[in-house]
């Protein structure tokens, strides 16, 4: 039987706690599920089953959504966050992680969190979830890749100022990003042998050096060597033509250099659908593909759509894995 996902709060006073309880509601009980957080935030009216183990949480499902109540110390409302809020938002993260590595649960689906919040209210020490779940989980590098039916990427460097991309973008990394999507496509969502579309750095992936020197000096001596090797590469590819119907039906996933590069696209093209999906992890996670929304929290309109794909996948791919 596959364990529960545990869905960790995120920021109460964005739209997290409403996405959660509208994401339970929608899904009427096809996946087991916990919400690790303080029942405040929840909005009014949601049934609530109050468990003090995630083994009740078929159980407890059956009379509302299964709460592990983590208390929090501030007062946070709709829209403005507490900052005494900020260290319990970080905690719930922590002790989702414990479930899941620890195996009582099956993956962690993540509320948006504000890094904005957090820096304020707890000196937050990471600039976004990714890198704080790769130093709770203490493997390594984890790459970020945002996924829907329309398409996946994978941005190399995630949550950093553009001035600074192509001097934290480095072979060393883009080799390790490519390596492990490719490892986590093979093993966690069954592609035998990924197509792997690499952007370039710059406009028109530097047009012959005209427009910069990165693919020249390195991006395609590093894509070369690693077909040699058996990955199954495309690139340096020109990023304004990589993201048409008939170039995404070329490639399983697109590694693109920079945030925006990658998240733009995706967004565009699938924005209620798209999944934040965690590889490179020893454990599964994924997290809707939007942020808290404060100008929306507590009206009720916010869209459940994302928080409920993220679910579905983060069973779907406990579901795969237990089956290996």
């Known amino acids: 039987m596959i364990k529960p996902i545990v869905v960790s709060c995120g920021e109460p006073a964005g739209v997290g706690p409403e996405v959660a309880a509208k994401a339970y509601a929608s899904l009427s009980g096809e996946i087991p599920l916990a919400y690790v957080g303080d029942p405040r935030h929840l909005p009014i009216g949601t049934p609530l089953s109050m468990i003090d183990d995630i083994s009740e949480v078929r159980q407890a499902m059956k009379h509302g959504l299964p709460i592990l109540h983590h208390n929090f110390a501030g007062n946070s409302v709709s829209g403005h966050p507490d900052p005494l809020d900020a260290q319990g938002v970080i905690d719930v993260i922590a002790r989702c992680v414990d479930l899941v590595t620890s195996g009582a649960a099956s993956g962690l689906c993540t509320a948006p969190i504000n890094k904005k919040a957090l820096k304020d209210g707890a000196q937050f020490a990471y600039p976004g979830h990714t890198e704080y779940l790769q130093a709770l989980a203490k493997s390594g590098q984890a790459v970020m890749m945002l996924a829907s039916d329309e398409l996946r990427v994978v ?40 197509r792997i579309a690499v952007a370039g750095l710059n406009p028109h992936a530097g047009e012959g050096g005209a427009m910069g020197a990165e693919e020249l000096d390195w991006i395609a001596d590093l894509m070369k060597d690693m077909r040699s090797e058996g990955f199954n590469l495309a690139g340096p590819l020109p990023a304004d033509t990589m993201f048409h119907a008939a170039s995404r039906a070329r ?73 290996l």
Do not use: W
């Open 155 to 194: 941005p190399t460097t995630i949550h950093i100022a553009l001035k600074d991309v192509p001097h934290q973008l480095t072979p060393k990394l883009l080799r390790e990003t490519i390596t492990i999507t490719d490892a986590d496509l093979k093993t966690r969502f069954g592609i035998d042998a990924p």
């Open 251 to 323: 490639y399983d996933v697109a590694v693109c250099m920079y945030h925006d590069q990658a998240l733009i696209p995706i967004k565009t093209l699938d924005f209620d659908r798209g999944v934040n999906v965690t590889l490179g992890l020893p454990f599964i996670r994924t997290s809707p593909d939007h942020g808290t929304a404060f100008d929306i929290a507590g009206k009720g309109i916010a869209n459940p759509t994302s928080m409920i794909e993220a679910l579905k996948l983060a069973y779907h791919l406990a579901q795969k894995q237990a089956a």
